[in-house]
């Protein structure tokens, strides 16, 4: 409610191929960024640098390997069952290691980094072999350069799947993470930890609930209805008025939020089915919908240039909105598998696991060169050239524009790398909305 390049890039001096980093997703839609602001908030808060590291180097191991593993071995079985010559299929990164044995052609190895995968197929950086993939017929191209997205596409809903078995959050409720010292919610006796169940007679059961609620109630009192330690207790306490805060520090009633989640309510196997296929088309329909947000946020944006300083909704859903690297989508993993494994949620795990995989498998079917969705589309365009000139295009120049576009990518990447790290989606002193 948001990488790559699918088979890989020219790497060592000996030639063979590696995933790239992932350059750009389209993670930060509305519900992996409400997983991220609402539900691990007190994880966060409680996170050091060095326990972000030790997250990090998880979820790169436990996450982003084993779905570039699978991004890999979809481009494998494809070569296998087409007769394409795979020439290697490595397992890991960096120098060989060891050859595991030889197989019908194809070495099987061992390289240094324990990390992901590689296949490396016959002609794909020589074109003067005519047995490899570049002379392939069109069929087999694409159903080569489709595989690697098609098989983390698939992983998708089998992860979606999953996360329904262990079970989403039976119910929502919203807490406080924080009371203001001196507040209006301070002095009414509202603690960290509380849950507010009910303003007046508005059931709260979101965060903007309780601000729309504060909102229309400025220096009226107002009860609220709390759950403290298994007890139902009300509250009544009287918001600020405007000029009687600073609104860049505070609230009117002076807390700030977060969602407290139930236990987990584990699905059976068919409902669980059938809720990871509503959550596959619900995650294809927002991504479908991300170019249109972008521009409307880009628009809005532009209308809000002379409104004066200060960070604006708009600023917030363009950070979200944005193409992350490496570094910005393993902050967002290590925040949701820590927050899974010290609170006992695995459906937001695996949920998370599922849009890394989907991202992965979409971002790399677009249309540029040295991507696989390039590639596809130099396969289309070889047919509507050959239909007008009765000529292919010759695979030598092919790889100089996909070579051209690899090297656009890479500054690309560099330049998204250091966006997440100049301005982080994850930062662990920012609360959620205060009312």
Request: hydrophobic share 45%.
């Amino acid at each position: 409610m948001s990488k790559i390049v699918l088979r890989g890039n020219r790497a060592a001096p000996e030639g063979h191929y590696w995933p790239a980093p992932p350059l750009s997703c389209i993670i930060a839609s509305n519900s992996l960024q409400a997983t991220l602001d609402r539900r691990t908030q007190p994880v966060r808060a409680g996170m050091t640098e060095v326990s972000m590291l030790f997250w990090m180097i998880a979820a790169f191991v436990f996450f982003l390997g084993p779905l570039l593993f699978i991004h890999e071995f979809g481009h494998f079985w494809a070569a296998k069952r087409n007769g394409v010559p795979v020439e290697e299929f490595g397992f890991g990164l960096g120098p060989k290691l060891v050859t595991l044995f030889v197989r019908d052609g194809t070495a099987y190895t061992i390289r240094a980094i324990p990390f992901a995968a590689f296949v490396r197929v016959q002609g794909e950086e020589d074109a003067r072999l005519e047995r490899g993939i570049l002379y392939a017929s069109r069929r087999v191209k694409l159903l080569f350069f489709a595989a690697g997205s098609a098989s983390n596409i698939a992983v998708t809903v089998l992860l979606f799947w999953v996360a329904y078995l262990f079970g989403p959050p039976a119910f929502v409720r919203v807490g406080l993470s924080g009371v203001n010292e001196g507040s209006p919610a301070h002095l009414a006796g509202l603690k960290p930890g509380d849950v507010i169940l009910r303003a007046g007679e508005v059931e709260i059961l979101e965060t903007g609930d309780l601000g729309e609620f504060t909102a229309s109630h400025l220096g009226q009192e107002v009860t609220l209805l709390v759950e403290r330690d298994g007890q139902k207790v009300e509250i009544r306490l009287t918001p600020r008025s405007e000029g009687e805060y600073d609104p860049e520090t505070e609230g009117p009633m002076g807390v700030t939020m977060m969602l407290v989640d139930g236990p987990p309510d584990p699905q059976n196997v068919l409902l669980a089915g059938q809720s990871a296929g509503a959550d596959f088309v619900e995650v294809l329909v927002e991504t479908a919908r991300w170019p249109g947000r972008i521009i409307q946020a880009l628009a809005s944006r532009a209308g809000q240039a002379g409104s004066g300083p200060g960070e604006t909704q708009t600023d917030d859903d363009l950070r979200y909105l944005r193409p992350v690297g490496i570094y910005g989508i393993l902050q967002l993993v290590a925040v949701t598998l820590q927050a899974g494994i010290l609170q006992g949620y695995w459906y937001y795990v695996f949920r998370t696991a599922g849009l890394i995989s989907m991202a992965l498998g979409m971002t790399n079917l677009l249309p540029i060169p040295a991507l696989d969705g390039g590639r596809i589309a130099f396969v289309l365009l070889d047919w509507l050239y050959e239909k007008l000139t009765h000529r292919r295009i010759n695979p030598e120049r092919e790889m100089v524009v996909h070579a051209v576009g690899l090297m656009m990518l890479l500054v690309v990447m560099v330049l998204i790398t250091w966006q997440d790290i100049a301005n982080p989606l994850i930062e662990f002193a920012t609360p959620t909305p205060r009312p």
